[in-house]
T-cell receptor, first 109, second 114 residues
Framework: KNEVEQSPQNLTAQEGEFITINCSYS?????LHWLQQHPGGGIVSLFM???GKKKHGRLIATINIQEKHSSLHITASHPRDSAVYIC???????????FGKGTHLIIQP | ETGVTQTPRHLVMGMTNKKSLKCEQH?????MYWYKQSAKKPLELMFV???????ENNSVPSRFSPECPNSSHLFLHLHTLQPEDSALYLC?????????????FGPGTRLTVL
């Protein structure tokens, strides 16, 4: 059974700090998704990656296939980055997406 | 309208009621999804439709009945629900249905079962 673990569960930081959120998974991958969920429930897909690194604005996502690990980085963090960040992984079989429990990020001004 | 829309945004129903959730996507995508998010639990995939055909059913109880009349519309019919079915129900769409494309989410329907 595929398992997705995220760390930390909660993270509070000051505006401007560099943020790292980690995601580990247990089975081989075909795709890994990073999602952002704001209070109220709305979800935005940030990245979908299967290898290497992707960058969009202040957000960077990396994945290490050998170590079964992905990281989401936020540079120059801002209070509007406060949200829950969710990692989801698609394994090699037909098991849909397995989701992590999310990382609750608060950026204080 | 653009993106993925869901109606209603909030729904309160009794255990004996029958109601339906509606999702519509204006992105020209071929795949649509239903997800459930219960309090303090990870997101759970419920159903996947690809080109109107159901391709995944994640062991969802029969009191949840999906319907996909075309690639733009997705319904979730609810009957004889239990209080533990109270959750946020999210719809999403993507170009393909293999989870290797970016998914676009609707705002969700907050369901409360009394």
């Amino acid at each position: 059974k595929n398992e997705v673990e995220q760390s930390p569960q909660n993270l509070t930081a000051q505006e401007g700090e560099f943020i790292t959120i980690n995601c580990s998974y247990s089975v081989g991958i075909s795709a890994l998704h990073w999602l952002q969920q704001h209070p109220g429930g709305g979800i935005v897909s940030l990245f979908m990656l299967s290898s290497g690194k992707k960058k969009h604005g202040r957000l960077i996502a990396t994945i290490n296939i050998q170590e079964k690990h992905s990281s989401l980085h936020i540079t120059a963090s801002h209070p509007r980055d406060s949200a829950v960040y969710i990692c989801a992984q698609r394994g090699g079989g037909a098991d849909g997406l397995t989701f992590g429990k999310g990382t609750h990020l608060i950026i204080q001004p | 309208e653009t993106g993925v829309t869901q109606t209603p945004r909030h729904l309160v129903m009794g255990m004996t009621n029958k109601k339906s959730l509606k999702c519509e996507q204006h992105l020209g995508h071929n795949a649509m999804y239903w997800y459930k998010q219960s309090a303090k639990k990870p997101l759970e995939l419920m159903f996947v439709y690809n080109f109107k055909e159901q391709t995944e059913n994640n062991s969802v109880p029969s009191r949840f009945s999906p319907e996909c009349p075309n690639s733009s519309h997705l319904f979730l019919h609810l009957h004889t629900l239990q209080p533990e079915d109270s959750a946020l129900y999210l719809c999403a769409s993507s170009q393909g249905g293999t989870f290797t494309d970016t998914q676009y989410f609707g705002p969700g329907t907050r369901l409360t079962v009394l």
